[in-house]
């Protein structure tokens, strides 16, 4: 009971929410709706009007006043055009009023996701957070669609019931009566059907990500031949949604006749009671034909009421999710402080850095070290050693737990939002291109001249195969680049940070799909490159390695050891046996093939 | 031979109306069960509405204006009949109505299991045409419109198409004359509908690309959150979202548009109905052929009359957003599985190494130019081979003709002698496995992404799997084990890790030709050798094939095949070729020394 008070009350505030933001256009298409209730009844008091004095006199006196039957062909065709401009009002009001107030909740949903920190959208799943922008949404401005009608209603049977009573009000007591009834039938729907919508509605996004994580992965999909399996884990889902809807369905089977016959009913007893009034000489036969179509006309409309509770459960559940994201906080704080803008390279320094995803383990820890202007760093470590996620500090895409990153002497968090992205790129690991034409992946709206980016393409060793593509410049990607080949993917995901001409490159291993002819090319332009960017390069590779002025060597989450590379090969087994890994094969015989062992 | 790959995504727009629903009952066979008797129900149902005007002539005619003066007994006695008259149209609307809700739901749920299921089924290329988001929205939000249709809109039009003609008939039966009044009244309507319908179904195809380029501009803050980070284009990003918002809000707001007019063109329409029915019954009542009674009932049954029109004219245009969504739906449906499975008709291979043969094969990308050509190849079954060449000379798209995402547009490719158009798909990925570049996990646990390599496999196997491998290290330095969450796309992961993970459930499938390409081209190089080990000791007695840039790998491989150009260069094992001075891979081999040597 308190659930189902919890639901309309709930969906009332939800319009409240939207009635406060578009007044104008609500209180319009009320008025117009207002005007359409009220005509309606007109219909009726013409129709009593023209029974009385048109109708039964000329069946009567056999007599007809033609001046009085254009008067009522008048009246009904002027009660007809006011009617329509009612009609046109309410509607496309409502429309108006629903999709803008569809666009106000993406544009703050999507400013949401704009500025939430990475942490926040990876614990949510891609999937749902385009349901949240799609669905919800609209699910969330549903009712708006049916509101000014159903306002109109309620005018309407304001007017209709004075109406009633002024005809007649016996007639009018009794056929009221179907109002209470109604009422009562919709509090049942309500609740019967209220939690049915709201589980629906949680089916169909589950449903959604089911589909799109599955079509995310449809290459691994298909090489493995899982798609049975596959289809059986949608069809689980999907015939969960369908239960409900056919369950949701049977309820609704019921309510609506049952919300039909009720006024049918009315007229039936106010008709009897009407004869036995008429012979008692209360009243005349006008008012019970006036009564009863009353109570016929308002019967459909009194549906739209229905309609509008029917969608509170879907709406406050779809604006409960919305205002989740709306309601997220994290974001993160940004400083005023501007980035030095020059053309030498930045000075980085890592001061007792320490972050960590799990609370129980730290990842990094106490990690520290420089890197003056327009030097190189590599960084080396094992797999999962935590590299990609100090680059990822570095763009600040994280903020550490402990310690700080200062570029020029100023921590990354006091510098003014925007202002980091000025002097520092990176270049993440997995290369990702939006579905947009290879110009914009590299600009991403900066503003550069062609020739700019024909020398950052050819810095990355990108421009031969963009020039061979069939539009250049122009050519569309597709999602996530999928008509390139990886090596060029990266290729082109490098070129977006060098056009930028940053003071600060950050490379996580970023040529590892390039071959090595081409990685040599590509480190030769960076090395000659006539900006003094300074460098960090996550890398595995001697050759990446080697470019760099000094080495950090991360394990275990800490600096294990820091040098130039052949000071830590020297003194560090452990580094050595990293880095050194493809030198040893010829130090297993064993384990080569004959052919090999004959070539050494 | 006809190329197989890459047809583009059918998107359903050249088929009509009538047909898409026909095609869509044929995807939807429960659409049409029991459909004789719900038709049946709804015309019992329709009959319910004529009651009340029926009732209310009768007493007009007979209760109020009867030979005696008003008769109250009568009055009551009809209002009994038609009262259970009513509880029997009512129930059998309940009747109809939770019949059309029951096999619309079981229909539209095996539709959309269908289209799933073909997706996956298209060729990895046509599914690259289209969107994910879209795709998505195909099997969701595109059914959900249908299913809003089939159970309210079509719903209604049985039932309002029912009334119409219902009241049609009764008013026919009263006076022709004023029934012909009455269609003459709504005749603009009538003939207007073809006109909006054309109207409001390009309006909705508008109102379609909108919503689809909005969803994508939508994806983007989303899938690149981290690119659009790093690169403060916030506010670029944020335009081009606004942007697409408002196109959309703009086109929507214009399809209403002519929903509305059509609309009220209705409400006139009853209007001028009313007032013709009133003047041109006192005219006929003059000549004395009908009743005050009757031209009372007419009020009510235009009344009944008008309801169901509008009804149904809003239907109709409603219908046209639907039928858009179900023909893209079908369009699904329509779109060719190019990479036809022979099925159970199809050769199997036997669990044992294969040999692999491509016989002049030239292959294009749709609408691209020949990326690989004349490419004969012969690989001995339980051999290594090693493939290496620049990026972008067509390595990766020779592991994919070989593992059949693609068919090759000239030529053909043979496991054991068998052109792979004739191995049925099940025995091809029981045998061959590919593990690309980029692992793709799914949102579950470390042993739940390792067990979709092998369905049956216990998590003690997953294990064992593991320590074969070379992983044992790496797997007890993690915090969950083998239950660790991968987190979306594996994103949780390392790069490096989330290889792993994809080449440990190729491991776990036990193929009998594994095809790598670059599957550890982010994995340390101490861990990366001591995996390649590994494999070498795994892979005795199967086919491999390699894709690296790491010349490690050619170099412990039984032979190299060179790629340059899409064309094959080279040939032969590692020492070989490398002596073979100016030669393509004398090049890459000088290069990856230099590296080494730093
Ligand atoms: N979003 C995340 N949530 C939880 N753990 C993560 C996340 N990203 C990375 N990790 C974990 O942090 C560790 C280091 O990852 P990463 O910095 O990518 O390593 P590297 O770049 O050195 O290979 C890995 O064990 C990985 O599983
Ligand atoms: N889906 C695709 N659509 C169009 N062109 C593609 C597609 N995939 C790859 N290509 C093109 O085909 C060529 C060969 O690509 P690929 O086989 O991936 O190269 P490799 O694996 O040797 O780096 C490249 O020029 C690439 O741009
Ligand atoms: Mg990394």
């Not at chain 1, 007591?173 to 109002?179: D, I, K, P, R, Y």
């Not at chain 2, 639907?322 to 199809?346: C, E, H, K, N, Y």
């Amino acid at each position: 009971m308190a659930k189902r008070r919890g639901t309309t009350s709930a969906g009332f505030a939800v319009l409240g929410v939207a009635i406060r933001r578009e007044p104008l256009i609500f209180t319009l298409s009320t008025i117009g709706s207002v005007l359409f209730g009220a005509l309606t009844v007109a219909d009726a008091w013409v129709l009593g009007w023209a029974t009385d004095h048109v109708v039964l006199p000329a069946f009567e006196n056999g007599e007809i006043d033609s001046s009085l039957l254009w008067a009522v062909f008048a009246l009904f065709l002027g009660v007809a055009l006011l009617r329509a401009v009612g009609i046109v009002a309410r509607r496309l009001g409502a429309g108006v009023m629903q999709y803008r107030m569809q666009a106000h909740t993406r544009r703050a949903v999507t400013r949401q996701y704009l500025s939430l920190p990475m942490e926040w959208h990876q614990r949510h799943p891609t999937g749902q957070l385009l349901s949240n922008a799609n669905s919800d949404v609209e699910a969330a401005w549903g009712p708006i669609a049916p509101l000014p009608m159903a306002v109109g209603t309620v005018a309407m049977m304001v007017i209709a019931i004075v109406q009633m009573f002024l005809a007649d009000v016996v007639m009018a007591v009794v056929g009221l009566l179907v109002f209470p009834a109604v009422v009562v039938a919709n509090l049942f729907y309500q609740r019967y059907s209220s939690p049915l919508m709201t589980k629906a509605q949680q089916l169909r996004a589950e449903l959604s990500e089911v589909a799109h994580e599955s079509f995310d992965g449809a290459m691994v999909v298909k090489t493995l031949g899982r798609e049975s399996e596959e289809t059986e884990r949608f069809a689980e889902t999907a015939h969960r949604l369908r239960d409900v809807n056919m369950r949701a369905g049977r309820i609704r089977a019921a309510f609506d006749p049952t919300l039909a016959a009720l006024p049918s009913l009315g007229v039936l007893v106010v008709l009897a009671v009407g004869v036995e009034r008429v012979l008692g000489g209360a009243t005349d036969a006008g008012d019970v034909v006036t009564v009863a179509y009353l109570l016929t006309i308002v019967a459909f409309p009194i549906r739209s009421i229905g309609w509008l509770l029917g969608e509170f459960p879907r709406s406050v559940v779809g604006f409960n999710r919305v205002r989740s994201v709306l309601r997220a906080t994290g974001e993160m704080q940004y400083g005023d402080a501007p980035a030095v803008r020059s053309q030498a390279g930045a000075r980085l320094a890592v001061e007792g850095l320490a972050y960590r995803y799990d609370p129980e383990q730290h990842l990094l820890e106490d990690v520290t070290f420089t890197v003056e202007p327009g030097r190189t760093v590599a960084l080396v470590g094992a797999t999962a050693s935590g590299k990609s996620t100090l680059t990822n500090l570095m763009a600040r895409l994280v903020d550490p737990a402990e310690g700080r990153i200062l570029l020029d002497g100023t921590d990354l968090r006091d510098l003014a939002r925007g202002e980091l992205a000025q002097v520092v790129s990176v270049v993440a690991q997995t290369a990702f291109l939006f579905d947009d034409t290879v110009r914009d992946n590299v600009t991403l709206g900066a503003d550069v001249s062609d020739e700019e980016v024909w020398a950052a393409l050819r810095a990355a060793q990108a421009d031969g195969f963009v020039a061979a593509l069939p539009h250049g410049l122009d050519t569309q990607l597709g999602e996530r680049g999928a008509s390139l080949s990886g090596g060029q993917r990266q290729r082109i995901s490098l070129a977006r940070a060098l056009v930028r001409k940053p003071r600060l490159l950050v490379l996580d291993d970023a040529t590892s799909a390039v071959d090595p002819e081409v990685e040599a090319r590509i480190l030769e332009a960076l090395r000659s490159g006539s900006h003094d960017s300074t460098l960090v390069v996550v890398a595995y590779r001697k050759a990446t390695i080697s470019l760099a002025d000094e080495v950090v060597h991360l394990e275990d989450g800490r600096v294990a050891d820091r040098g130039t590379h052949a000071e830590l090969l020297a003194r560090s087994p452990a580094y050595a046996h990293l880095v050194n890994a493809y030198e040893m094969r010829a130090d297993v015989p064993a384990e080569s093939s004959a052919e090999m062992q004959e070539a050494e | 031979m006809s190329t197989a790959a890459g047809t583009s995504m059918d998107t359903g727009e050249e088929i009509g109306a009538i047909a898409t629903i026909r095609r869509g009952v044929h995807f939807s066979p429960e659409l049409k069960d029991g459909i004789g008797w719900t038709l049946v129900l709804a015309l019992i149902a329709s009959i319910g509405q004529v009651i009340v005007p029926v009732a209310v002539q009768r007493t007009i005619d007979h209760g109020l204006n009867g030979p005696d003066g008003p008769d109250v007994a009568f009055t009551v006695e009809m209002g009994i009949a038609a009262a259970l008259a009513l509880a029997v149209t009512s129930f059998a609307s309940y009747l109809m109505t939770s019949r059309l809700f029951t096999t619309s739901e079981r229909g539209l749920a095996t539709l959309r299991i269908k289209a799933f299921r073909h997706v996956h089924d298209l060729p990895l290329l046509t599914q690259n045409t289209e969107r994910r988001g879209a795709l998505v929205s195909r099997v969701t939000s595109d059914v959900d419109q249908v299913s809003q249709f089939l159970v309210y809109g079509g719903l209604l039009f049985v039932v309002s198409t029912g009334q119409v003609l219902v009241a049609t008939i009764v008013m026919v039966i009263y006076s022709w004359q004023l029934a012909l009044v009455v269609w003459v009244c709504f005749a603009p309507l009538f003939l207007s509908i073809r006109y909006f319908q054309r109207k409001l179904s390009d309006a909705y195809s508008v109102v379609r690309r909108q919503v689809g380029a909005m969803l994508s501009a939508i994806s983007e803050p989303v899938v690149g959150a981290a690119v659009v980070r790093s690169y403060a284009v916030e506010d670029r990003t944020q335009a081009r979202i606004d942007h697409a918002i408002d196109e959309y809000k703009t086109s929507s707001t214009s399809a209403q548009r002519f929903t509305v007019i059509s609309f009220s063109l209705g409400g006139v329409s009853a209007g001028l109905a009313n007032a013709g029915v009133l003047i041109v019954g006192v005219w006929l009542g003059f000549a004395g052929d009908i009743t005050a009674g009757t031209v009372l009932a007419f009020a009510f049954l235009v009344s009944l009359f008008v309801g169901p029109v509008q009804m149904g004219t809003q239907i109709l245009t409603d219908a046209q957003n639907a039928i858009a969504s179900w023909r893209r739906v079908i369009g699904i449906l329509d779109t060719p599985a190019d990479l036809v499975d022979p099925g159970p008709d199809g050769a199997t291979l036997p669990h044992e190494p294969v040999d692999v043969t491509f016989r002049d094969v030239t292959f294009a990308y749709p609408g691209g130019p020949p990326v690989l050509r004349d490419i004969d190849l012969e690989i001995a079954a339980g051999t290594r081979i090693a493939v290496v060449g620049e990026t972008g000379s067509g390595k990766s798209t020779i592991a994919k003709l070989l593992t059949r995402l693609m068919d090759p547009t000239e030529g053909a490719v043979l496991l054991d002698g068998i052109d792979v158009r004739d191995i049925a798909q099940a025995s091809m990925r029981r045998s061959v496995v590919l593990v690309p570049q980029e692992g793709f996990l799914f949102d579950d646990s470390i042993a739940a992404n390792v067990r979709y390599g092998r369905l049956d496999a216990t998590d003690e196997e997953i294990v064992a799997a593991a320590d074969d491998l070379g992983l044992g290290d790496w797997l007890a330095g993690l915090p969950g084990g083998i239950a660790t969450q991968v987190g979306q796309r594996g994103e949780s992961m390392s790069a490096g890790e989330r290889q792993l993970v994809a080449l440990w459930r190729a491991q776990l499938a036990d193929p009998d030709l594994l095809v790598l390409d670059e599957a550890t081209s982010a994995v340390d190089p101490a861990l990366e050798m001591r995996i390649s080990r590994a494999l070498e000791r795994l892979m005795r007695g199967r086919t491999s094939v390699t894709i690296a840039h790491r010349l490690t790998t050619a170099e412990g491989a039984d032979e190299v095949i060179v790629v340059d150009k899409g064309r094959i260069v080279q040939r032969g094992p590692h020492a070989v070729l490398a002596q073979q001075e100016g030669s393509v891979y004398a090049g890459l081999y000088a290069s990856w020394v230099a590296q080494q040597a730093s």
